[in-house]
């Protein structure tokens, strides 16, 4: 299975300027997935929630094709079709069959670059967001998380929410989605993945033929820079501590989080010149995705053993690391009651500056490798897995991390932990939620 995982995708750069990765496997069913650099980072401050709302009103229409008639095309045949919004990205894709994928595909593109975002559903989309969000808003967790993001990233993009407010998405006029969609969906900005059973040769043609036109990049200028939200290296400043008191809350909660590295954050100590290039560093994120397996996935892990079967201070705690562009998230959500907050955060707490200053042990690192390498095998096993995993890393950071996976893991050793533990996951360097029920 793994050598099926590691197989190199081909890639091919078409014209004007995107991209097509194309994955052959024999089988009757095929997977088109359209990556867009499109997401809620690429928003500027007044433009909250923009690019998800875009994502809604692309599925209705073009000049050729009116509200439901690419649902019904693809879904009529027996196929799927959805898409997502995250701060890097949106994309869409489509799960059919291989005789299908040729009329299903050009419509995609006629949606994704000629999408017509009517008035009058854009009044309509705008009252299902601001009802997801209001479903969002209701969901202690979210709430926490929400707080979480924007303690730890601030004014950066990252620290909004990608659904946006309720002010920002009553204000988004169609003239502005307009300009969103011009300037965000151009080629250099776009990957189209195929995978499935579906040849080259036929699949690079209807690629082609379904994204050639492409809307002309607008006069104003591109979306400016923004400075990159970096871990703190000052040892005197105080964690950043937010106390929240919500309804519906039985169980206090307690979330923690560290900000990581972004896909291709400069070594600034000049070592490992390897990782000095875009996209050079996975190693790194892969000791902090390492991490996340040691310290508390499953029973026999130390802190669930520590801190849940032995000291009965908690309900459940997991760790989870995200990998961003710009920055990364490492995050520990804990189920406790509220007399045991500040034991349980000053213990973690502790326990990561042990880890500072000693190795991990190798039989741990190679049990945390061994569910790691299980994860990303158990992730890849479908040909829409596959087309996601492939768009995604060539999105945001390298197509080839998706197939030097396995390679670069096996490199990792104890002290790569021990380094990137004393570089991001420093005592003074986290946002700390604490989730209270209402008196």
Not at 197 to 216: I, K, N, Q, T, Y
Not at 238 to 256: C, M, N
Not at 353 to 366: K, P, R, Y
Request: hydrophobic content about 40%; proline content about 8%.
């Amino acid at each position: 299975m793994s050598d099926r995982v590691l197989t190199q995708p081909q890639i091919h750069p078409l014209q004007p300027g995107f991209t097509l990765i194309h994955y052959y496997r024999p089988s009757p069913v095929v997977v088109a997935d359209v990556w867009v650099r499109a997401g809620s980072a690429m928003e500027t401050p007044d433009q909250g929630g923009m690019a998800h709302l875009l994502e809604h009103m692309i599925f209705k229409g073009s000049a050729n094709l009116q509200p439901g008639d690419f649902d019904r095309l693809v879904e009529n045949q027996g196929g799927l079709t959805n898409a997502a919004t995250s701060y890097d990205y949106a994309h869409f894709f489509i799960t059919t069959a291989v005789n299908q994928l040729p009329a299903a595909l050009p419509a995609l593109g006629e949606l994704l670059l000629g999408a017509s975002l009517p008035a009058p559903e854009l009044e309509r989309e705008r009252q299902v967001v601001l009802e997801e969000l209001r479903q969002a808003q209701d969901n202690p967790d979210w709430v926490a998380y929400q707080h979480l993001l924007q303690g730890l990233y601030g004014s950066h993009p990252y620290g909004r929410s990608i659904l946006g407010s309720p002010q920002h998405l009553q204000t988004h006029t169609v003239e502005a989605l307009r300009q969103f969609h011009q300037r965000q969906y151009q080629p250099a900005n776009l990957t189209v993945v195929v995978a499935g059973g579906l040849d080259l040769d036929p699949c690079r043609a209807l690629v082609e033929r379904s994204f050639c036109h492409f809307s002309p990049p607008p006069p104003a200028p591109p979306l400016p820079p923004v400075p990159r939200p970096q871990p703190s290296a000052d040892t005197s400043i105080a964690p950043h501590r937010i106390a929240l008191q919500l309804p519906y809350v039985e169980q206090t909660r307690l979330l923690l989080g560290w900000s990581g590295p972004g896909v291709d954050r400069r070594r600034e100590d000049g070592q490992n010149p390897e990782m000095e290039t875009p996209g050079g560093n996975l190693r790194e994120i892969l000791a902090l995705e390492l991490w996340a397996m040691v310290l508390a996935t499953g029973r026999s892990s130390p802190w669930v053993q520590i801190l849940r079967e032995d000291r009965q201070w908690i309900h459940s705690i997991s760790t989870n690391f995200l990998l961003q562009q710009q920055a990364s998230l490492f995050s520990v959500s804990i189920w406790l009651d509220t007399d045991q907050l500040d034991r349980v955060e000053a213990w973690i707490v502790d326990n990561l500056c042990h880890w500072q200053t000693h190795l991990l042990d190798g039989d741990s690192l190679q049990r945390a490798k061994g569910l790691l390498r299980n994860d990303y095998i158990f992730a890849t096993e479908t040909h829409g897995q596959l087309a996601g995993l492939y768009g995604y890393y060539n999105t945001i950071a390298d197509l080839n991390w998706a197939v030097t996976y396995f390679e670069v893991l096996a490199q990792v050793q104890s002290e790569d932990l021990r380094q990137v533990m004393e570089r991001y996951l420093r005592p003074q360097a986290y946002t700390a939620v604490m989730v209270r029920a209402q008196p």
